[in-house]
């Protein structure tokens, strides 16, 4: 008998097709293999034939329940259903196999299954609630992979169900919330994918990676070549310090917390094209979690700086030194008074930022 290998069996009915295939994507993502009728059947098989040895021969039996499948008086589904209950009573009762699913808020029916039992004895997996939560309980119920040993199908798992999550085309409203948190569950086994990330050719991809590892704190140290790499590519594009991926992996390489990256803030903070609005948030703000370490890399490189270098680090300094502070702020005062336009610009913009008053200044001479 012609039949695939394969890990599920899946039974839903025609309505839920679209939220079924999305089903199908992700736990094929997780590499679970699946027995889907429209993809199975080839023209000319016995159906019914094919249908009953699929349902034997797969390692689970994962029942799609919804309104539409309840409110169905006839369906295929059914038929399924029949001869997977005709399965379950041939297996033991400790067995895993059946595999209900809510897809939408419905009652589950109660089909006897034997023992005085019926399907509400057991569990089912409620995607109506919390989808991503659901489509992990089944990933972990199939668990792919039988060969491994338990930690190796576990982190097997995990990497391909990340893989997915990183590079998916989900809503954006849906990343920041659920996805991001799952993502981030994951934590440090997943680091070597959010590396490889960091090279992924949509820039989406790419911020969304920086993100994650910053999460991973000192954890994630280990990216810091491949984070200061994509910074260096970022510069070399005119528009760099308006992106989102520029701030994330700043803001990464600060959660990380090894104070030889200090150089990278400070090359970033000097850049042409980043204003001193940018630098501020940018660069000021995380390489400030450095402490010490940084102030006295910017006091190396603020005597003898040309001065629109020089009207950068007086900014930083300001925030950062508190000793010194007036110093700076009266060193950025006295480039208000300078013939140099885009030095007085950016001493203006950087007392405003430091939110330091003002004084009127007559025509610079």
Known sequence: ??????????????????????LCRELRASGIRLWVDRNELAVGMRWETAIRDAIRKGAFFICCFSANSVARGRSYMNEEL???IE????????TVWFLPVMLTLCKIPEREIGGGKTLHSIQYVDLSRD???GVRQLIAAVRPGEHLRPA???LSTVRKRALYLIDADLPDE?????AMRELESYGVAILDDLIAALENEDGTVRWRAATLIGKLGPDGRPAIPALVAAIRRLM???????????QYCLAALSEIGDPHVIPVFIDVLFHPEVNAFQARWHVVRPIGRFGNHAIRKLQASFPGAIPSRAVRAAMALAELDKSQRNMYVEFLREQLRTADESVRTDARTALTEIREPIEPIHSAT
Not at 1 to 22: C, G, K, L
Not at 87 to 94: A, G, N, V, Y
């Open 1 to 22: 008998m012609w039949i695939m290998d394969h890990d599920a069996f899946v039974s839903y009915v025609r309505e839920d097709s679209e939220i079924v295939d999305q």
């Open 152 to 154: 190796e199908k576990a």
């Open 131 to 133: 989808w991503h939560a």
């Open 174 to 178: 849906e990343y920041p919330s659920e």
């Open 236 to 246: 070399n594009n005119p528009q760099f310090a308006a992106t989102f991926e520029c």
């Open 82 to 84: 029949t001869l997977a």
């Open 87 to 94: 399965e379950l009573r041939l297996r033991p009762s400790e």
